[in-house]
Each structure stands twice: as C-alpha cells, then as structure tokens.
C-alpha cells in the first residue's frame, strides 16, 4: 500500500512546497491590480472633497447632494447656511455638498456626469 502512495506522488513532499507559494502568486496579483484601480482613485477623491469642503468660504456657490444650488451665507463646523433663493435659507450639512455650481453646470453643458 506504501508502494501505491509513493508511486502517485514521486517527487515526495518537496514538490508541493514551490506549488503552494506560485498558487498564491495569481492573488497576490489581482490584490494589486484592485489596489491600483480602484481603491487608490477613491482614496485620491475623497481627500480632494474633504479638502474642498473644508475650504469653504461665504460667498461660495455650491451644489448639494439633494440638487439645491444656492449661495452659502453662513458656516459652522458641521453645518452650512445656503441661500437657495430671496430670503429663503436652509442648513445643509457640510459632507453633503457636491461641489461648486460653476463645475456642475460645465458638466451638465459638455454631457459629463
């Protein structure tokens, strides 16, 4: 029976050892691959909104995530105050701005999204 078991795998132990380190090669691969195209430009895009959210300032034309354009009249540290029409003002929470209505409106003119 040992015969039968050692003829099926003549290379001995050894061989499997090479083996199992290149089937982790193709992983290992694709990780990197994944890394590159996909969770480094979001991590690219996400700091440039934080920072454009950040430098905020009165004055300010922006779009929301709901789709409200306005002027921002006022700020606090979790908080903006937009001016969405004459004497009509909402409070917005900061993370929940898109960007500027200028780069919006060029978007929706040139077909982007």
């Given amino acids: ?17 090479g083996g199992g380190i290149m089937s982790l090669l193709p992983l290992i691969l694709i990780f990197v691959i994944f890394y590159f ?11 440039a909104h934080q920072q454009f959210v950040s430098d905020l300032k009165k004055g300010d034309k922006i779009v ?9 009249t006022g700020l606090t540290d979790k908080y903006i105050t937009l001016e969405i029409a004459d004497n009509v003002r909402v409070k917005v929470v900061r993370s929940h701005v898109v960007g500027s209505s200028a780069d919006q409106e060029a978007c929706a003119t040139t077909g982007g999204g």
């Fill in 37 to 47: 195209l996909l969770i480094r430009p979001q991590q690219k895009k996400a700091k």
């Fill in 64 to 72: 929301t995530t709901g789709g409200l354009y306005g002027e921002i």
């Fill in 1 to 17: 029976m040992f015969a039968i078991a050692l003829a099926a795998n003549p290379g001995g132990a050894t061989s499997s050892q």
